[in-house]
């Protein structure tokens, strides 16, 4: 093996074992570890504003440039009926078909 693929495997395995020890560390730790009510809602409020962010960047850019009309209008279809509490099904379905239908229309 070259120096690159011994370096490729190392990179693969200190990963791996790194990804392993943070989630055996959750159960584990989790009786050990109090914390407070404070530090526990933001928390969840990091989680919910580091996934809009995501969804925001990706609904909003393509290749580094806006994206158009057709997919941030299907994102905002589909978080509606998500926020309605819609099956999921419904979500993906109609958020694909409304983007797929203003692409069909021309709008990009």
């Known amino acids: 093996m070259t120096t690159s693929w011994v370096v490729l495997v190392a990179a ?3 990963l791996g074992a790194g990804t392993f020890a943070f989630r055996y560390a959750g159960p584990v730790l989790r009786e050990r570890v109090t914390l407070s009510p404070e530090v526990e809602r933001l928390v969840g409020i990091g989680a919910v504003v580091l996934l809009a962010a995501l969804v925001a960047t990706t609904a909003l850019t393509a290749d580094g440039s806006p994206a158009g009309v ?3 209008a299907g ?3 589909g ?3 998500a926020w309605r509490r819609a ?11 409304v983007a797929a239908a203003l692409r069909a229309l021309g709008v990009p």
């Open 12 to 14: 693969v395995v200190v």
């Open 70 to 72: 057709a997919r941030p």
């Open 75 to 77: 994102v905002a279809v």
């Open 79 to 81: 978080g509606v009926l």
């Open 87 to 97: 099956p999921f099904v419904l979500v993906v379905v109609a958020a694909a078909g």
